[in-house]
């Protein structure tokens, strides 16, 4: 994200608005009759430098004149690699996940011309001001609630709950039967749980409620603050491992790998960790439930590999093109899908049992349904920080703090940062 504009050349911003128009500005050769287009990428120890080299080499090979160059981040990381590249006046002509946000839109090719941005997943949900800024190749979804099969079947629980109060039944019998109910952890991770038991419920009854708590027109306490107050019950009652605040991201998800507790709630990429994992534990997956009486629960997920254009890139038309392919090219999107344990309906690829019943879930999952969490994108944001103050609080919740006080604290700091 982007604190501070940065000034563009006015060159460089003509440049940009004669590609768009498809005149020869984005179209600059370089020696060789080659067009250069840099992708700044985000470089993981699945997403290798060379891995990417490799997804794009068969579009250079049906385009000759374009020659990609693969940039990496770094330690730094993306987001903080694009404001400092674009501060130096050296910005990527493409950048890989970095969605669009009211403070980068400025600094954004606007692609609400093409059909194959207006027509990807989430789309519109990512827009601002009604304009598409970026296009992307599936989702990550994040209302999700990981269990142990055979923890289920040891309490008599026959089927997975359809509402928060049948999953709140089944944590009592998990407990009465031995076992630790749901697993988390410290860092991050404290209010995945959460946001898990809250989102569904809070956003499917109020779909505007990012906008209008920005607005502050709702207030936490009273949209969220059930939620809160149901999760520390759950603390209360010991169906939360007490060792929370302890334990590392890493190490809470090799507990539930290794049978230790019933329920993981996380994102869609555990499956990649369950696929590599070693004899892991009998593990199924559900969508997180809304309290009874909502009929459809809002589901969390983020946009896989959104890709936006940079104002300053001299190659918009080279640039749109590899942004097309990338998002469109059934081989290059199940390539990127599949290495990062992402999910897209129709587009299904060999994964394990419990991937397959992911991909369902997908299929199932209306596109109304979907929500951000955390702070949001697009138009649907929360003032900056929300991220680390939700955290932070539940993290509080964790420690033995009274519900009524952290939901107060929410209030107090939304009433702080609203602008």
């Known amino acids: ?43 993981t120890p699945n997403l290798t430098e060379d891995w ?16 990609v160059k ?28 970095l969605p669009p946000s009211t403070e980068l839109a400025p600094e954004l090719v606007d692609l609400s011309t093409y059909k194959w941005a207006t027509d990807g997943p989430l789309a519109e949900q990512y827009t601002i001001d009604g304009k598409y800024y970026m296009a ?8 999700l609630w990981f269990y142990n099969k055979d923890a289920f079947a040891a309490a008599g629980i026959a089927e997975t709950p359809a509402t928060v109060e049948e999953l709140s039944d089944d944590l009592a019998k998990l407990k009465k039967a031995g076992w630790t109910g749901i697993q988390t952890g410290g860092d991050w991770m404290s209010s995945y749980a959460l946001q898990t038991v809250g989102l569904p419920t809070v956003v499917a009854e109020h779909p505007d409620w ?44 090799q507990n539930f790998l290794a049978g230790k507790s019933a329920l993981y709630p996380m994102g869609s990429w555990f499956v990649a960790s369950e696929a590599a994992a070693t004899s892991p534990a009998n593990i199924g997956v559900f969508r997180a439930p809304a309290v009874d009486g909502v009929k459809q629960p809002a589901m969390g997920a983020n946009i896989a590999s959104p890709y ?69 994108y697009g138009e649907r944001t929360l003032p900056s920080g929300y991220s680390t103050e939700i955290n932070a609080q539940t993290q509080a919740l964790l420690g033995g703090t009274a519900p009524g006080d ?13 602008k």
């Open 308 to 376: 936006v254009i940079m104002k300053e890139s001299k190659h918009v038309d080279a640039a749109a093109k590899l942004v097309e392919w990338l998002v469109t090219d059934k081989a290059a999107i199940l390539d990127q899908l599949k290495v990062d344990g992402n999910y897209r309906a129709g587009y299904e690829y060999d994964t394990t049992a419990l991937g397959t019943d992911l991909a369902k879930i997908v299929a199932d999952t209306p596109d109304d349904a979907y929500t951000p969490t955390g702070q949001g």
């Open 70 to 97: 693969i940039q990496n981040p770094g330690a730094e990381g993306v987001a903080a690699a694009v404001p400092r590249l674009l501060a130096a006046g050296e910005a990527p002509d493409v950048v890989e996940s």
């Open 136 to 143: 992307g190749i599936g989702m990550q979804l994040q209302s």
């Open 406 to 418: 952290v939901n107060k604290a929410m209030d107090d700091w939304f009433s702080a940062n609203l």
């Open 1 to 43: 994200m982007i604190s501070r504009r940065t000034m563009i050349a006015v060159g460089a911003l003509a440049a940009a608005a004669l590609g768009l128009s498809g005149c020869a500005a984005g179209g600059t050769a370089e020696s060789g009759g080659k067009q250069t287009v840099s992708l700044l990428v985000n470089v």
């Open 210 to 253: 990012y906008q209008k708590m920005s607005a502050g027109k709702l207030t936490f306490s009273k949209t969220y603050g059930a939620s809160v107050d149901e999760y520390a019950d759950w603390i209360k009652k010991g169906y939360v491992n007490d060792d929370a605040l302890g334990i590392k991201y890493a190490d809470a998800e």
């Open 52 to 67: 990417w080299n490799e997804l794009v080499k068969p579009f250079e090979k049906a385009n000759p004149d374009i020659d």
